[in-house]
Protein backbone atom coordinates (compact mmCIF):
# COMPACT_ATOMS: atom_id res chain seq x y z
CA UNK A 1 0.00 0.00 0.00
CA UNK A 2 2.98 2.45 0.76
CA UNK A 3 4.21 1.84 -2.59
CA UNK A 4 0.17 2.71 -4.34
CA UNK A 5 0.16 5.92 -1.74
CA UNK A 6 4.06 6.95 -3.55
CA UNK A 7 2.77 6.53 -6.98
CA UNK A 8 -0.45 7.80 -6.67
CA UNK A 9 0.77 11.39 -4.74
CA UNK A 10 3.29 11.23 -7.76
CA UNK A 11 1.18 10.87 -10.27
CA UNK A 12 -0.95 13.76 -8.81
CA UNK A 13 1.70 16.10 -8.82
CA UNK A 14 2.85 15.31 -12.27
CA UNK A 15 -0.36 16.41 -12.81
CA UNK A 16 -0.45 19.74 -11.11
CA UNK A 17 2.17 20.91 -12.48
CA UNK A 18 1.33 20.25 -16.28
CA UNK A 19 -1.62 22.26 -15.45
CA UNK A 20 0.26 25.04 -14.57
CA UNK A 21 2.53 24.67 -17.30
CA UNK A 22 -0.64 25.49 -19.94
CA UNK A 23 -1.07 28.62 -21.55
CA UNK A 24 -4.13 30.70 -20.66
CA UNK A 25 -6.00 31.56 -23.60
CA UNK A 26 -7.91 34.51 -24.03
CA UNK A 27 -11.91 35.21 -23.68
CA UNK A 28 -12.52 37.98 -25.77
CA UNK A 29 -10.53 40.57 -28.36
CA UNK A 30 -11.89 43.04 -30.55
CA UNK A 31 -8.56 42.16 -32.78
CA UNK A 32 -9.06 42.76 -36.33
CA UNK A 33 -13.04 43.29 -36.38
CA UNK A 34 -12.92 46.94 -37.33
CA UNK A 35 -10.24 46.48 -40.10
CA UNK A 36 -13.32 43.73 -41.38
CA UNK A 37 -16.04 46.00 -41.14
CA UNK A 38 -14.67 48.63 -42.97
CA UNK A 39 -13.68 46.36 -45.65
CA UNK A 40 -17.06 46.47 -47.83
CA UNK A 41 -17.47 49.96 -45.82
CA UNK A 42 -20.15 50.58 -43.30
CA UNK A 43 -23.21 51.53 -44.60
CA UNK A 44 -26.63 53.22 -43.86
CA UNK A 45 -29.56 51.32 -43.55
CA UNK A 46 -31.56 50.82 -47.02
CA UNK A 47 -34.76 53.17 -46.63
CA UNK A 48 -37.93 51.47 -48.26
CA UNK A 49 -39.15 52.25 -51.08
CA UNK A 50 -42.80 54.09 -51.24
CA UNK A 51 -45.57 51.61 -50.08
CA UNK A 52 -43.26 48.89 -48.06
CA UNK A 53 -43.41 48.57 -44.55
CA UNK A 54 -40.82 47.30 -42.29
CA UNK A 55 -41.58 43.81 -41.06
CA UNK A 56 -42.92 43.23 -37.92
CA UNK A 57 -41.53 39.57 -37.40
CA UNK A 58 -38.91 38.90 -35.11
CA UNK A 59 -40.42 42.00 -32.88
CA UNK A 60 -41.28 41.69 -29.22
CA UNK A 61 -45.08 40.12 -28.76
CA UNK A 62 -45.57 42.66 -25.94
CA UNK A 63 -44.60 45.55 -28.05
CA UNK A 64 -46.74 44.75 -30.66
CA UNK A 65 -50.17 43.64 -29.12
CA UNK A 66 -49.84 46.83 -27.67
CA UNK A 67 -49.35 48.86 -31.33
CA UNK A 68 -52.36 46.68 -32.66
CA UNK A 69 -54.62 48.29 -29.34
CA UNK A 70 -53.14 51.95 -30.18
CA UNK A 71 -53.79 51.34 -34.10
CA UNK A 72 -57.06 50.11 -33.59
CA UNK A 73 -58.22 52.98 -30.89
CA UNK A 74 -56.01 55.75 -32.65
CA UNK A 75 -58.31 58.87 -32.66
CA UNK A 76 -60.56 57.83 -30.17
CA UNK A 77 -60.49 59.70 -26.91
CA UNK A 78 -61.59 62.72 -25.16
CA UNK A 79 -60.37 65.05 -27.83
CA UNK A 80 -62.11 63.49 -31.21
CA UNK A 81 -65.19 63.58 -29.11
CA UNK A 82 -65.58 67.35 -29.55
Known amino acids: QGVQKKENTLRASVALQQQAAMAKSTNHTAHNQSYKNHRNGIKKPFALKKGQRRAL ?21 RESEE
Do not use: Q
Open 57 to 77: KGMDPKFLRNLRFAKKHNGKG
